[in-house]
């Protein structure tokens, strides 16, 4: 394990986070109600990473990976979710965008989820707002990596949603998922990132320039909202 990893891994472990992506095999804006339509949503996946390995949460696997970039790869079905939920209790959860959307479809199929979570739109949303002094800008997953020292690498975060759903109606598992898997990762480095060094970055949208602004590790867990979801 290098260097980088076997940080990532320790500050993880210490922290007790893991961080996690989900994958569902519609394109929101053809539905009824576009994101407001959470339940016609099918789950396909969840991908949950602790920087040692990645927990897989998926039905009907067609190619299996027990290897993605040095970590381990464990598979389990969707059913079996629930139970492992329940056994991370004390963890806690950091994704992008799950406040208002993939934290929200969780906790519709299993209510009783109750862990801590952070959601990485929301850090950076509201730093934003803090750092403009009127509105949150929206950021992606890949420009917040890009600019938190965050290396890109293998399939990267640049595959949109609408190709992954295709790959995965083709039977492209493989695709999909180490594109879910490397998200999960990413996630979690950036979050590493800025808790370890007590700020987070961005690009200033007058001047160009990169700006930071303060980050608390003792900053309140999000609320995984249960109401209509905004478009992502």
Do not use: C
Not at 76 to 101: C, F, H, M, R
Not at 219 to 231: F, S, V
């Amino acid at each position: 394990m290098n260097m980088e990893k076997r940080k990532l891994n320790n500050w993880m472990a210490e922290n007790k986070v893991q961080s996690f992506s989900v994958f569902v095999s519609e394109d929101p804006s053809l539905l009824s109600e576009g994101w407001r339509s959470i339940e016609e949503m099918n789950l396909e996946m969840v991908v949950f990473f602790d920087g040692i390995s990645f927990n897989v949460f998926v039905d009907m696997v067609k190619e299996y990976e027990d290897n993605l970039w040095g970590y381990d790869v464990y598979y389990q079905g969707l059913n079996s979710l629930e139970a492992w939920l329940n056994s991370i209790e004390g963890y806690t959860l950091v994704g992008y965008n799950s406040a208002k959307a993939w934290g929200v479809l969780l906790k519709q199929k299993y209510p009783e989820l109750d862990v801590e979570h952070h959601d990485l739109l929301k850090i950076f949303s509201d730093a934003s707002a803090e750092h403009y002094g009127n509105h949150a800008r929206r950021y992606d997953l890949s420009n917040m990596a890009r600019h938190n020292n965050v290396n890109l690498k293998t399939i990267l975060l640049s595959s949109p949603a609408i190709k992954l759903i295709a790959d995965w109606r083709k039977g492209l598992f493989r695709n999909t998922m180490r594109n879910i898997a490397n998200q999960s990762v990413v996630i979690a480095k950036v979050f590493a990132n800025i808790n370890l060094k007590g700020e987070l970055y961005f690009r200033d949208e007058a001047t160009g320039k990169r700006v930071s602004v303060k980050y608390s590790q003792d900053r309140k867990p999000d609320t995984i909202e249960d109401t209509t979801l905004e478009e992502e």
